[in-house]
Each structure stands twice: as C-alpha cells, then as structure tokens.
C-alpha cells in the first residue's frame, strides 16, 4: 500500500490507475478505523480494481466546542489496517496541503443540510460538503463510499454530487453494529463502560418506535416515548425526527422514511437512524 500526503503525487498515482483501464473505488474517511470503515472497504474492493482511501481529520466540520482536538488519531494502527485489507493507496493530506493559506471557498448544500444536524451542528455540511468536494476532485474516484449511520451526510453528499454534476457513483452501506446492537464509531472510544454499556438504549429506543410506528401507532407519540426512554437511560436528546428518507423533510405518503436520532451521553453525542417500512 502507498501512502502519499502531497497532491501532486496522489494526481499522478491515480492517473497510472485510469492509463492502465483501472475503476477506482474511493472512502473517505477521518481515520479511527473500525470494523464499520473496514465494511466500506470490502464494498470498494468489489466495486473498483483499485481501493483509495482517505484520512483527513476536517477542522471545518468541527464546531468552536466541539471535539476536534481530542478527536482520536490512530495512524500507525489505521494504516495497519487498510494494508491488510488490501487497499492500494492512502492518501493523507496534512491541513495545509488540504485547505492551503488562502483557502476561501466553501460549500452549502441548502434543503438537506439545514434539519437535524444541520441545526444542531451549524456550518457542520458546510465544512462536510467542502472537503469532500475537494477530495472527490483530488482523487477522481469512479464510486465513493459511505456509510448509512451517518444518514444525513450521505443525503448531503448525494445531493451536491447531483448538483455540481460530479461523475462519481456514490454507494451508501448499511450501517456496522456491535452485539448489543449500538452503532460502531470511532466515538465509542469516549465511553467510560459504565456509559458504553447506558448506551444500547439508543438502538433500542429506535427499535421500539420502528416497530411500533411500522404496525401502524401514532408517530408523534412514539417519537415521544423513544425520548423519554433516552432520557430516562441518562442520554441528553438533540433529537428524534421521523422524516422522508430522500428529502429529509416531512414524511410523504409512500415514500420511503427515515427515523433519525442524535443524543449526548456522558459527554459524547452518539447519532443513529433506521429505515421505516410503511404500514401494514
């Protein structure tokens, strides 16, 4: 596996990849690897004759007091991991190779970006939709790939890709789980056990209201019951939103829908979200 930190030679190495016919497969992301990237690498080896990754920890998805600075940064183990999973190229730009001194363009994706996260992170898809704007120009991948956890970054990035018609197929997998069913991310690493173990309650609070809204319940009210629930298990809830999985505004009659959850524990937001069949 290469490792390269400079554009210039990133441009060239791929291009060797496109001279030689080869379809490449690219996922971005900010390193801490866990079973959930590695998911997304094994998808990218079926989908490409060449595996690009990236780690690249963005400081402009970060708010003023959020966790930038104690994000976790593994990169001898990353870079363990991705050889022995047989990726062909990481790329690891350093900040100033990245967003070089001058640097003022950035990205807003209306409509998707402004519910959810968006109002509970602002500027957050901003900073999401610019780097990825910048790494899918960088790497010139054929198909890129994300995972569902991050549900409304992958709505976000489907909808730029469209918008600023960028040839790139983007693939979202489903998400990565733990036994116990709580959503794998690199900010698990936060959980004292004592929380780790509090935490379950938000897959199982989505669980409930999944089914209970799938047979037909009232949905407010098992939106409701899902935040007590978290609350009652020690969680601080930002939100849970029922929405239309496409537009991520209101849920449409027939359409695919989505529920979306953000929560603090501890100290530690944990995101999650499941798809909702619609009524028997």
Do not use: C
């Not at 210039?8 to 497969?25: M, Q």
């Not at 018609?165 to 983007?170: A, C, P, T, V």
């Not at 939100?239 to 991520?248: C, F, G, R, W």
């Amino acid at each position: 596996m290469q490792t390269i930190r400079q554009l210039s030679e990133l441009r060239d190495t791929v291009s060797g990849f496109r001279a030689n016919g080869e379809r490449v497969a690219f996922v971005p992301t900010m390193g801490a690897l866990h079973a959930g990237h590695m998911a997304l690498v094994a998808q990218a080896k079926l989908a490409g004759q060449r595996v690009v990754v990236s780690i690249f920890v963005n400081p402009k998805q970060f708010g003023p007091n959020e966790d930038l600075a104690r994000y976790p940064r593994k990169e001898l183990a990353d870079s363990r991991m991705l050889a022995e999973a047989g990726v062909d190229l990481l790329w690891m730009p350093p900040v100033e190779v990245m967003y070089p001194e001058g640097h003022a363009t950035n990205i807003s994706v209306a409509g998707v970006s402004e519910p959810l996260d968006g109002a509970a992170r602002p500027g957050h898809f901003d900073g999401v939709a610019t780097v990825v704007a910048k790494l899918f120009n960088q790497v010139k991948p054929d198909v890129a790939l994300f995972g569902e956890k991050d549900f409304q970054q992958l709505a976000v990035i489907r909808r730029m890709v469209a918008d600023l018609d960028f040839d790139i197929e983007i693939r979202g997998v489903p998400t990565q789980r733990d036994d116990d069913g709580l959503a794998l991310s690199s900010r698990n690493a936060y959980l004292a056990p004592e929380d780790r173990a509090a935490a379950v309650a938000l897959p199982r609070a989505l669980g409930v209201a999944v089914r209970g809204i799938e047979k037909g319940d009232d949905p407010a009210a098992a939106l409701d019951t899902a935040r007590a629930s978290l609350e009652a298990a020690g969680f601080e809830v930002d939100y849970v939103e029922l929405v239309d999985a496409d537009s991520l505004g209101a849920p449409v009659a027939g359409q695919p829908r989505r529920l979306l959850a953000a929560a603090r524990i501890a100290g530690t937001r944990l995101i999650d979200n499941v798809a909702v069949a619609a009524p028997d």
